[in-house]
Each structure stands twice: as C-alpha cells, then as structure tokens.
Nanobody
C-alpha cells in the first residue's frame, strides 16, 4: 500500500508564499503521473499542477506563473511552490499519484493539507 503524506499548509497573507511537500512511502520514479489537486469550499476537486506520464508538467490556468511543481526523486518527495497567493487559492490541497498495474490503474491520495490565504 502506497502512502502519501503532505505537509506545509497554513495561513498566509495575500501575496505571500507557501511550499507544500508530499512524501511517498515508495520510490516516486515508479509513478505514472503525480501531482497536486485542490478542493475549494463547496467545489469539486480540481487539478492544480501535474507531472504527466511523458515527463511534462501541466498547470491550471489560474496558477500559471505563480505555482511551480518540483520533485526530488532521491527523497521520494514532490513539492508545490506557491507564490503570489490569492484569497481564491484557499483550499485543501491534495497530493496524488498513480501506478499502472497489469489490469488497472491504482490511484493514491494524500490526506490533504489546508491552505488559507487571508489578511
């Protein structure tokens, strides 16, 4: 069973920065895709930044130029650097990863970390 553990959330003022971390219980090199999602109050979970299976990165339009996804394979850890934060970035942020099995795709989620942007 794969475990993903997030950290780094908190309260920050508008314009501030936070860095989220997601540490996996196994090598992250093995994952097909890995990334960050968020769930705003009363909304569905949405992708924020993703490492795709072909090695590229995709960002939601709302975070382009402000957020950066990164990974450290040696530490089995993925990061989300969030700069120029806005109140509308307030959400629970989730780490996601998936593995291609022989007959199905296995999906894993972290427990979520709250990010609140408020003055």
């Amino acid at each position: 069973q794969v475990q993903l553990v997030e950290s780094g959330g908190g309260l920050v003022q508008p314009g501030g920065s936070l860095r989220l971390s997601c540490t996996a219980s196994r090598s992250i090199i093995s994952f097909e895709t890995m990334g960050w999602y968020r769930q705003l109050p009363g909304k569905q979970r949405e992708p924020v930044a993703i490492f795709t299976s072909d090695g590229s990165t995709n960002y939601a339009d709302s975070v382009k130029g402000r957020f950066t996804i990164a990974r450290d394979n040696a530490k089995n850890t993925m990061y989300l650097q969030m700069n120029s934060l806005k109140p509308e970035d307030t959400a629970v942020y989730y780490c996601y990863a998936d593995l291609e099995g022989r007959f199905r795709t296995y999906e894993y989620w972290g427990q979520g970390t709250q990010v609140t942007v408020s003055s």
